[in-house]
Structures are given as structure tokens and as C-alpha cells.
């Protein structure tokens, strides 16, 4: 690569334009220097302009080049970006699935999986390019896009989003080296303005006096040089401002995504405990004709009394202790105190307090 | 010659030495020591070589640690040369030790010089040699051959594996030719005999291009240890050399050979596909993997190796969507397609790397990851397929280069695209050039890798400027001064012809037939005084050419012709050769002659002209750098933001290495002598950016001369030139024997321990002292600077 490669002999025509004659009305770029190709995506045949005109201003038409037939509008003839028409075809395939497969690297795992992905999708994109059961194949990707619009769409933001960023940050830099220059041409035409002041001003000296010249010189030199220093200094100032202001832009390059903490709950004082019945469900409303009379009766109410909460606490009490079985309780607590001698009596103790604590409910 | 510098015995193959060459070694050696980089500027023609190289053999064979040199040169007669003085040390070295050292020195030089192939070493093109050697060399070739295939293989080649791979050539030093007799007798093939003994040798000689173009490096230098000792001679136009080995210019032309070199691939591996696809199975798991072959670098025949990529990168898998053969592919070509769009743009586009690949991206959906692999994935996949004729993928190899380089740098690279040759072509011939702009990325990797790099030329003035350029610090740093007892040269700063109007070839007045007429007859009266040669400097062919023209129309050229022959350079080297053939001829037998010639052109940077070839050399103009170069200015723009150089100070900073380079072409040693005439009214101001010995040599009152008193103070120089002057004169002023040295040395001492015994009885008085000296300094300075101000007056 050291060596530049000769330039050929300028070639007659430039490429691509080789084959300048309309497949379709036949006339050449001799006798219509202006003609320019389109084609349209639906198939890639490529006409000239006045033939786009002269069929498909009245409507859709089929393609007239011999075979295809397919239907083609007008508004969807453009001109051709590439000069290899496959090429033309399968960036605009690759349009479509980039749309849709734009998952980012920080979404896997690994670095495998994604490369994994990546290789998924560029076979796809092969298949839809060589027409390899398209069916299926435009089906994954229908299914692909369904299921994950939401990640799509998100992505597409992202993905925007960085675009902007760079065109922002290029924009920037090109805006830094423009400033740079013309600081650097201002210095420039200031140190040729004080060379010539410089000299003016020693002409003038050494007009005016009749001093040693080589000493006037000396502080015309000494002069020149202070100011220099100080512009040096300004040069400086300017330089760091012009770098803090263009530096950061948005640099979200390297970060990983933030997971947002997730939103805090009720103080809960129980610590996720709660209270469910197993065997019964708390009616609101219970029959029994002197529960009637409590609901109603003021000398009850006014005391705050709820017939709920009496229910409810009829109900615990009469259910409380269904399904402890004292038998396995005991069992297990022997099991605990072979397994510890020395605490044994302490273990029965503590038994004994339950057993009592059961008896009770 | 044997002498001590502080503890290390030296044995310096000649009975005399120069005090320059004395105090280039003690700082080599405190470089060594110091283990760090420097910049050391030694008169041409003082021996640099022997001195470099004696030291540092005697430092491997003193200290245990044995570090190994490498030594690069330019150009393939350098390289010899620096051969053939190992060569000679050693022998002295074994007469003066009464044994032989256990050393090996080797060259290392590209194929088509080193092959003995019968048919292929008569091919023309280095690369053809190259190609046509890797097909019969390649691995899978020899595996085909063991399967009784049909297939020619280098006999040369396939003999060194019969040999022990650590001793395929005996220890000792073998100069190029040699090391070709030595393979001719044993049936060897040098190039890889040389090659392969690359990590058992002490000393290697190459050219700079097996450590700087990152593409050859990470194939021959990877063995090479840390503490290896790195020396660029004639390092003066290193900075170049970098940035072309990074460099990569694209045509359409380029582009359609790497369609087709894509179609083919596409093709093969259809081919493979149906008969061996279990080879590209493999491929594709182990790009799986993410493994790299743990082999492939040492293997000989790669296709090509990454250029310079970080070192994470090459840890990491190949990304997904080009793991596939088929896939790969595919997207080179939809890369080349993309270029090719860009190509037909009709206006100059000059764009950053990231601006491109977002264009890239934009377009085609190509995403930055595949293309940094791009060429590592094309290597493997080359190799997997066992092309043989490699060179029709040359272009496509490019193309993925510069994908690579693309999405790896960021900085220091600039696109630029130039759709017509020249500025008045109408019929669009589009180039894209993707420069690179920092010199030190090519050579960051060797200053990172290597603890002691040694960057050394004849000119290489102002030091301070290189480790700019280049991004690394020094321990030393120094330029030389050349000690002689007579003065041997005569520099001299013409700033007015015969008739006091100035004389410059800047571009307002370089037309005026006033200045061309004065140019001539500078040269017609140089012509009628100087004996045998005389070699005259242009900045630039074209300017050569008109020069010429206008002179032949004024008859000066029948004027010279009486006196001189007169010989142009071309930019054909053949022509060249013949012109520069006649030219020595002429010197020879005393007709004389002139040579004119431009001083970017190859016979400015590589030949000599010692003794009666040249006595006098014209540098008519400066030779400033062809400023208009769109790469050129973005160079400067980036010195300017990157490194504060500012575009001035480099264009001048060039012109004059350039220009002390054509000035040091006529004085080869210290027994040669010469005038060296700079011709132009804008060379005064820049005489402090010439090399130490020369402005030295360059006496006040000659730096402003008019054409007359030139030739009258060339006369003056001439005459006493023809006095007799014996070899004793000049001993124990500019040659040293041991005696002079040890006086020396003691002197040295002396004055050491006098400013130690003054450092502690008289610590005031020391203080005075520096005082003294520093206002002397400033002074002294100061006069400078009034000079500066003064002749900036006079201008
Ligand atoms: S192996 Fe050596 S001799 Fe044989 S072709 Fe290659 S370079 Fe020539
Ligand atoms: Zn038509
Ligand atoms: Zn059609």
C-alpha cells in the first residue's frame, strides 16, 4: 500500500454508464445527451425517463420489458444509487430487515449470542435476496416484528438518537478546526503587523536619536517579545474555551443502560405478612337475628363496636386450631431434643409454653 | 583500537578515530544505559555506521543481558554496506580477542533480491516474486504434494526443513551476497533461511519497512524481544515513510479489480462448497469460537496481516454477520459498490473516518464492527480456500485495508477524494486517497514495543522536531559538530546574482527571466572554476524544466557545455541510471560534468557523490513542498491542531532538510572536499535550520553573498584546497590515535574532578560562576536574536 497505484489511462466513459441506450424505446445518450435511468423496486428494470413518462403517467402498467409484467407506478420509480442493480435491490432488502432486526449489542448476554443473532438475521436477509423460501422467511419476520414492536420502536430511538449525536459531534469538530484556522491565520497576520511596526518603529528611533542602533534594537526586540508572550497567553485562553465548549455534546457512548430502581412501596409493618384463612371465607354479611339488633342499636354503635370485626373474630376462634396436629408438633420437638441433649429441658419448656399457647385458641 | 567508555571495553576497527565519533558512542551508551529513545544527529561521512555498530557489539557481548540490535536502513546497497562493516568488526573483534564470538549478524532483504529459484528469480515485480514463491512454498500445496498430487514445489525451500531449524546457517556474519553463495552451495533459499534464523541472531539489518509497514511487521518482527535495541539510520525522512506505509490510494480501476477479485472469491467458494466443504465448516467454527489460529503468525506464506489494530480487537470474535464465507462476501461487495458510488461524485469531498463510515451506514447498512475485521476476515478466508495466485486479490485486499483502517482510527486519517487529475482535466479520472496524517501511528507500536530506539541520520535538523512528529520522549538528544584541520567544505548562502537584483525561485519572481538569467550564469561561472563534478539542485521538475528551456533559449546552456557535460535526472530510473553512468564516467576522465537533478528525486536521497564526483553542489531555490497538494495542506492542518507545529515552520523545517541533504550528497569523509552553494535570497534566514556541522562551517560573512564574490571566495577555497596536506596534520585534531584519546579522556577526568572540588570548597563561588554563565548566555542570545531582527530588516 506504499506505493500509489498508477491511474490508468483515463477511461472514455465513466463506468456505469456503458450501456447507454433505453432497453426500452431503444434511444442512446447520443441522441438524448440528457436521459437519465430509473427504476423502480418493484422489480429493478431499468427505463429511461421519458418512458417512465410516457407509460406510467396514466396510471399503474405492467413492466414493459418482456417477462416481467409486474404492475408498477409511477411514483415509485427513482433513480438508482448504485450502479449494480443487485446491489440496488439488496440494500433496499436490507432497509426492510434493519428495520426490523435492530437489536443492540448490550441487549445480549454475550458477545456470542449476538453474533449469533447477527448471523440469524444476515441468512435471513440472504433468503429474502435469493429468493429462498420467501414465504417463510417473510413470515419470521412478520412474526418478529409483532412480537417485539415495543423493543423495535425503542431502538429506533436509541438508534436516532445516536445518529443525531455523531452528525452533532462531526458538526462540532468541523466547527472547532474552523475556529483553529482562523485563530491561526490571526496570529499570523498579527506577528506580520508586528514586525513591520517593529521596524517602523525603529526606523523612526534611530531617525529620531542618535543612540547606539543595536541598543534600540535591543528594546524594540524586548517590546515585541512581551507582547508576544501576552498574545500567547490570550491564544491559550481562547484554545481551552473553545475545548470546553465543543468537548463532551452527549457522549452516552459507553454507558450501559440505567435500570430505573423500581418505585417504592407502602410501609408495610408486617413485613409481607398477612393473615389468610384456610378454611373459611369471611362473609360481609351474616344472618342471625341478634347480630340485627347490634348493627342498629345506638348503644351499641356509639361505642364503636363493628359487627365485621366480631364476625371475624367469631370465625378465627371458631376455626383457630384446625390443622395442628399436636401428635407431629411433639414428635418433631422430641427429634429437636435427641438431636440436642443439653437443651432438652429448655426445648420442653418452650414446648410446653406452645402447647399452652394451643390450648388457649 | 581498543578503549574503555566508563566501564565497557570497546574495540574500534581502526587505529584512529574521530572525536566525534568518541562522543557519539558515549551518548549511545548513556542511551543504552538510560533505556530510552534518541535523536542523534552525526556529520555524513564520519562513520557513523562502524561507530554504532562497534559499540553496540561490544555492549550485547559485555552485559549478560545480550540485547539484541536491530538495525534498519533504506535502501538495499545501505544495507550491505552496514553488512559488510559487521563483517569487518567482527573479524577485528576475533583477531583482537584470540577467539571467535558466538554470534550471528544477518540481512534481511525481500524475495526478488533473495531468491535463487531459477525461474523465479528472474520475474521483474517484487510482488510477482512474492506471489509466485508463496504458491510454490504455501502449506496446503506441500500437503497436497504429500497426497501425491501433482504440484510444484521450491526445492530450495522444502531443503531447510531437512536442516535443524535453529542452525540453518553457521553463527557469524553473512552480508546479502553471501548469504546467496552460501545458499547456491547448500541448496538453501536465503530468503527464508535469513527468516527463519531471525530470533537466533544478534544483530539483524532491514529495511524500515519490516518494522514500520504494520502489514510486514506483525509477520517478521513479532519474535523480537522488549529489550532489543532499535536503530533507524538515515531516519531523516522517517516521518514519510510512516505515513505512506498507512496510506491508500483507490482508482476505479483498483475498485473494478476488486469486484472481480470478489466474484471470484464468490466463485471458489461455490467451488469448495460442493467438493470440500468441510474446510469452510471448520473455518466457520473456529470464527465461532472466536479463536485465532495459534500458528497462523508464525506461518510464512500469510496472505497479509492486520494493519496496526489494538490489541483488544484481535482478543474478540469476528463479528456474526461476516462469519460466513458467503455472507463475508457479500459485504465486501457491497462495500466496493459503495465506493464506487462515491467515486462518481464530480467535486473534490475531503471527510473524516467518521463521517464516512456514518455516510457508510447510512447507505448500505454496513456497521463499523464488521469492517475493522474486514481484513483479518479476508486473510483466513484466503488462506482457507488455498488461493495460490494471490496477487489478482491484491486490490481487494487493499480495499479491505482500508476498511479496517477506517473503522479503526478515528483521528489522524482524512478521506480525500479527487475526481480530476489535475485542476484544468475535464474528463473525470477520480482518485480516493485515504491519508494518514499522523506519522506516529505507524511507529507508535515500535517505540511501545522497544525500550532503547535509536533514530540517527547525517541531517536531521532541528532534533526537537522529530519526537513531535512522532509522539515519544528522548534521554538524548544531540547533533554533532565536526572537528577538522582544515576546512574542508565551504557553505555559502548566494542571495544576489551578478548584476545585486535578489535571486529566488518563490513563485512571484521565479519566472522572471532576470532571476533565470542569474541562475545560469551562477552556474556557467561554476562551472568554468569547479574540477570534474558538479550536482545542482531543483525543488521540483517542472521547475527544472522550464529552467532548462529558458536557458537553452538563451544559449546558456552552449556556454556550460564548453566547460561541462550536462546530465538531467528523470523521473524514469532507468534513464537516471544511464544519465548518472555517463555523469561518473565523465568525472573520471576528466572532461567533467554537471548533473541536474531535483531534490525530492531518488538520486537526492541515495547517491553519493564523494571526492571527484561532486565538489560542488547547487541548491538552486529552496526546495519547499508542493503546496497546492490537497494532502499536504490537510498534513499541515492536523500538525497545526494535533502537535501546535505551525504550517510554516514544517513547510520550512522539510525544505531544509531536503535542501542539507542534497548539501550533504558531495561530503563523504573527512579527506573529501567540496562546495556546497545555496542559491536563493530566502536561505539566509533559515540558516539556523541547517544541520549543526554545517552552520558551523558557514562563516558569517558568507551568507549573503552575490554571484561574484562567490566565485572569488570559491576560488580563494579551491586554491587552498591544492595545497599539499599529509595525513599528520589532521592527527590529534580531527582523527584521534589511542594516545589522543587517553589525553582526552584525562582531560575530561581533570576537569570533572575540578568542578566536583569547586562544587564543595567554593559553593559561592560556584553560584557566581552560573550566574556569570547564564548572563553570558543571554547576551550571547540576545546578539542572536538582533541578528534575526536585523537581516528580518534587510529583507
Ligand atoms: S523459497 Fe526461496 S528460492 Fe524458492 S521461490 Fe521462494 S524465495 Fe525463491
Ligand atoms: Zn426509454
Ligand atoms: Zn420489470
Known amino acids: ?361 | 583500537m581498543k578503549f574503555n567508555i566508563e566501564d565497557l571495553p570497546i574495540l574500534f576497527p581502526y587505529p584512529r578515530i574521530y572525536p566525534e565519533q568518541y562522543a557519539y558512542m558515549c551518548d549511545l551508551k548513556r542511551t543504552l544505559d538510560a533505556g530510552g529513545h534518541c535523536v542523534l544527529e552525526m556529520p555524513s561521512g564520519t562513520g557513523k555506521t562502524v561507530s554504532l555498530l562497534s559499540l553496540i557489539v561490544a555492549y550485547q557481548q559485555y552485559y549478560p543481558e545480550h540485547r539484541k540490535l536491530i538495525y534498519c536502513s533504506r535502501t538495499m546497497s545501505e544495507i550491505e554496506k552496514a553488512l559488510a562493516e559487521l563483517k569487518a568488526l567482527m573479524k577485528y573483534r576475533a583477531d583482537q580477542l584470540g577467539y571467535e564470538e558466538d554470534f550471528r549478524g544477518l540481512g534481511l532483504t525481500s524475495r526478488k533480491n533473495l531468491c535463487l529459484h531459477p525461474s523465479v528469480k528472474r520475474e521483474k515485480s517484487g510482488s510477482i516474486v512474492d506471489a509466485r514463491c508463496r504458491s510454490l512454498t504455501a502449506g496446503f500445496v506441500k500437503e497436497k504434494k504429500e497426497r501425491g498430487e501433482d504440484v510444484d514445489l521450491c526445492i530450495y525451500h522444502d531443503n531447510l526443513d531437512l536442516l535443524e531449524p535453529h542452525n540453518l546457517v553457521p553463527p557469524g556474519v553473512f552480508t546479502l551476497d553471501g548469504l546467496l553463495k552460501y545458499g547456491e552451495k547448500h541448496k538453501q533459499c536465503p530468503y527464508f533461511s535469513a527468516r527463519r534464523m531471525m530470533p537466533f541472531c544478534n544483530v539483524i539489518i532491514y529495511s524500515y519497512h519490516y518494522l514500520l509497514d504494520p502489514k510486514i511487521a506483525e509477520r517478521v518482527s513479532k519474535e523480537l524481544s522488549k529489550d532489543c535495541i532499535v536503530v533507524f539510520d538515515e531516519a531523516h525522512n522517517i516521518d514519510n515513510v510512516c505515513i505512506e506505509s498507512l496510506s491508500i490510494d483507490l482508482t476505479e480501476d483498483s475498485l473494478r479489480k476488486a469486484t472481480r477479485g470478489a466474484n471470484n472469491l464468490e466463485r471458489k467458494i461455490t467451488e469448495m462448497r460442493s467438493s470440500d466443504a468441510e474446510k469452510l465448516q471448520n473455518e466457520y467454527a473456529k470464527l465461532v469460537e472466536g479463536l485465532r489460529d495459534a500458528d497462523e503468525a508464525r506461518e510464512e506464506d500469510t496472505f497479509m496481516a492486520n494493519p496496526a489494530l489494538p490489541d483488544d480487537l484481535l482478543q474478540e470474535a469476528v463479528p456474526g454477520n461476516i462469519r460466513r464465507a458467503e455472507h463475508f462476501v457479500a459485504f465486501l461487495k457491497r462495500f466496493v459498490e459503495y465506493l464506487k458510488t462515491r467515486m462518481k461524485v464530480l467535486h473534490v469531498i475531503s471527510e473524516t473516518p467518521p463521517s464516512f463510515l456514518q455516510h457508510l451506514k447510512d447507505l448500505t447498512f454496513i456497521e463499523k464492527k464488521p469492517l475493522r475485521f474486514c481484513a483479518e476476515r479476508l486473510t483466513s478466508l484466503v488462506r482457507t480456500l488455498e488461493l495460490t495466485n494471490i496477487e489478482d486479490y491484491q486490490p481487494l485486499q487493499e480495499v479491505a485495508t482500508f476498511a479496517t483502517l477506517a473503522a479503526t482510527y478515528d483521528k489522524g486519517f482524512l478521506l480525500i477524494l479527487e475526481p480530476y487529475e489535475s485542476d484544468t482535466a475535464t474528463v473525470p479520472n477520480p482518485i480516493l486517497h485515504f491519508t494518514c496524517l499522523d506519522a506516529a501511528i505507524a511507529i507508535k507500536p515500535v517505540f511501545d514495543r522497544f525500550s532503547s530506539v535509536i533514530i540517527t541520520s547525517g541531517t536531521i535538523s532541528p532534533l526537537e522536531m522529530y519526537p513531535k512528529m512522532l509522539g515519544f520522549t528522548t534521554v538524548v538528544q544531540e547533533s554533532y559538530s565536526m572537528t577538522l584541520a582544515r576546512r574542508s567544505f565551504l557553505p555559502m548562502i548566494v542571495t544576489r546574482g551578478s548584476d545585486q537584483s535578489a535571486i529566488s525561485s518563490g513563485f512571484q519572481i521565479r519566472n522572471d527571466p532576470g532571476v533565470v538569467r542569474n541562475y545560469g550564469s551562477l552556474l556557467l561561472e561554476f562551472s568554468k572554476i569547479t574540477p570534474d563534478g558538479i550536482v545542482v539542485f531543483f525543488p521540483s521538475y517542472l521547475y527544472m524544466e522550464l529552467i532548462i528551456s529558458t536557458w537553452q533559449g538563451m544559449g546558456t546552456l552552449d556556454e556550460i557545455w564548453k566547460y561541462k557535460l550536462i546530465l538531467v535526472e528523470t523521473p524514469d530510473a532507468q534513464e537516471t541510471s544511464l544519465a548518472l553512468e555517463t555523469y561518473r564516467t565523465a568525472c573520471c576522465n576528466g572532461r567533467g560534468a554537471i548533473l541536474l537533478c531535483v531534490a525530492r528525486g531518488k538520486v537526492s536521497e541515495g547517491i553519493d557523490f564523494d571526492h571527484h564526483y561532486g565538489r560542488t553542489v547547487l541548491c538552486m531555490g529552496v526546495p519547499f513542498q508542493y503546496t497546492e497538494s490537497r494532502i499536504l495542506k490537510a498534513r499541515l492542518e492536523f500538525l497545526r491542531e494535533t502537535y501546535r507545529i505551525r504550517e510554516n515552520d514544517f513547510l520550512s523545517f522539510d525544505a531544509m532538510r531536503h535542501a542539507a541533504q542534497c548539501l550533504g550528497r558531495v561530503l563523504r569523509g573527512k579527506d573529501d572536499y567540496g562546495i556546497m552553494v545555496l542559491a536563493d535570497r530566502r536561505f539566509q534566514k533559515k540558516r539556523s535550520q541547517l544541520p549543526k556541522w554545517i552552520n558551523q562551517a558557514l562563516l558569517e560573512s558568507d551568507t549573503s553573498l552575490s554571484t561574484d564574490m562567490a566565485v572569488a571566495s570559491a576560488k580563494k577555497f579551491l586554491r587552498t584546497m591544492a595545497q599539499p596536506f599529509s595525513e599528520r596534520d589532521q592527527a590529534g585534531v580531527s582523527t584521534w590515535d589511542i594516545k589522543d584519546l587517553e589525553r582526552h579522556k584525562e582531560q575530561k577526568e581533570e576537569e570533572k574532578i575540578r568542578e566536583l572540588r569547586n562544587g564543595i570548597d567554593g559553593g559561592q563561588m560556584d553560584v557566581d560562576e552560573h550566574t556569570n554563565g547564564a548572563n553570558g548566555a543571554d547576551e550571547y542570545g540576545a546578539d542572536d536574536d538582533i541578528d534575526a531582527a536585523m537581516m528580518d530588516m534587510d529583507a
Not at chain 1, 431499468?46 to 403517467?57: G, L, T
Not at chain 1, 396510471?59 to 444509487?81: H, I, N, S
Not at chain 1, 446491489?87 to 449489542?105: G, H, L, S, Y
Request: aromatic share 8%; hydrophobic share 35%.
Open chain 1, 1 to 361: 500500500m506504499s506505493k500509489p497505484p498508477a491511474r490508468n489511462g483515463a477511461p472514455q466513459r465513466r463506468p456505469g454508464e456503458e450501456d447507454d441506450i433505453c432497453p426500452v424505446c431503444k434511444s442512446s445518450r447520443y441522441l438524448n445527451p440528457n436521459m437519465r435511468f430509473l427504476v423502480n423496486p418493484e422489480c429493478y428494470h431499468k427505463m429511461c425517463e421519458s418512458c417512465v413518462d410516457r407509460i406510467f403517467s396514466q396510471g399503474p402498467a405492467p413492466c414493459p420489458v418482456a417477462g416481467c409484467a409486474r404492475t408498477l407506478r409511477k411514483q415509485r420509480f427513482r433513480r438508482q444509487t448504485f450502479e449494480d442493480l443487485q446491489i440496488e435491490r439488496e440494500v433496499d432488502i436490507r432497509r426492510r430487515v434493519a428495520a426490523i432486526f435492530n437489536r443492540r449489542e448490550s441487549e445480549f448476554q454475550t458477545l456470542r449470542d449476538y453474533n449469533n443473532y447477527l448471523e440469524e438475521v444476515e441468512t435471513l436477509t440472504f433468503n429474502l435476496l435469493y429468493n429462498i423460501d420467501v414465504a417463510t422467511t417473510e413470515e419470521k419476520l412478520a412474526s418478529y416484528a409483532r412480537q417485539n414492536a415495543a423493543d423495535i420502536a425503542n431502538n429506533k430511538i436509541i438508534s436516532a438518537q445516536e445518529s443525531a449525536s455523531t452528525e452533532a459531534q462531526i458538526a462540532a469538530q468541523k466547527e472547532q478546526a474552523r475556529l483553529h484556522r482562523e485563530a491561526a491565520r490571526n496570529e499570523e497576520d498579527e506577528e506580520r503587523r508586528e514586525k513591520e511596526e517593529g521596524r517602523q518603529e525603529f526606523i523612526n528611533k534611530i531617525a529620531a536619536s542618535n543612540e547606539d542602533p543595536d541598543k534600540i534594537a535591543k528594546v524594540v526586540l524586548k517590546k515585541s517579545t512581551a507582547r508576544r508572550t501576552a498574545a500567547d497567553k490570550l491564544r491559550q485562553q481562547e484554545a481551552a474555551k473553545v475545548d470546553n465548549a465543543s468537548a463532551p455534546l452527549f457522549q452516552i457512548q459507553g454507558l450501559k443502560p440505567v435500570v430505573r430502581p423500581e418505585p417504592q412501596k407502602a410501609y408495610d409493618p408486617f413485613g409481607d405478612y398477612s393473615i389468610k384463612t384456610q378454611y373459611y371465607t369471611l362473609q360481609t354479611q351474616y344472618e342471625h337475628p341478634w347480630l340485627e339488633n347490634a348493627k342498629t342499636d345506638p348503644k351499641i354503635t356509639a361505642g364503636g363496636f363493628d359487627v365485621g370485626e366480631y364476625c371475624a373474630r367469631a370465625m378465627m376462634e371458631a376455626f383457630g386450631g384446625l390443622g395442628v396436629f399436636v401428635e407431629d408438633e411433639v414428635a418433631r420437638r422430641e427429634e429437636a431434643a435427641g438431636a440436642d441433649v443439653g437443651t432438652t429441658a429448655a426445648a420442653m419448656a418452650a414446648g410446653d409454653g406452645k402447647e399452652v399457647g394451643g390450648d388457649v385458641l
